[in-house]
């Protein structure tokens, strides 16, 4: 059972900061493409950036200029630095480990943490 353990979330004003971790056993954490998604209420689960294990790093457009994926690779982590937050990135966030190869793919997700942005 793969499990990827995610610290982090809270509740911040509008503009602050809040940093999420995303910890995986070492040999997810070397193969697979990391990544953030995040889910709403009423709304479907949706992409926020992917870093693959050559850190090569993808954001959705809603993340582009104030979030910032990365991988540390010292302690088998991947952060999301979360910098001017907006209400409407209040969610869920989950922690996403895929990997496709042969055809085949592999998804294992975290048990998601509370971003709540409010003033």
């Known amino acids: 059972q793969v499990q990827l353990v995610e610290t982090g979330g809270g509740l911040v004003q509008p503009g602050e900061s809040l940093r999420l971790s995303c910890a995986a056993p070492i040999n997810i954490f070397t193969t697979y493409t990391m990544g953030w998604y995040r889910q709403a209420p009423g709304n479907q689960r949706e992409l926020v950036a992917t870093i693959t294990n050559r850190d090569a790093a993808n954001y959705a457009d809603s993340a582009k200029g104030r979030f910032t994926i990365s991988r540390d690779k010292a302690v088998n982590t991947v952060h999301l630095q979360m910098d001017s937050l907006k209400p409407e990135d209040t969610a869920v966030y989950y922690c996403?480990?895929?990997?496709?190869?042969?055809?085949?793919?592999?998804?294992?997700w975290g048990q998601g943490t509370q971003v709540t942005v409010s003033s």
């Open positions: 996403n480990a895929h990997l496709t190869i042969l055809g085949r793919t592999s998804d294992y």
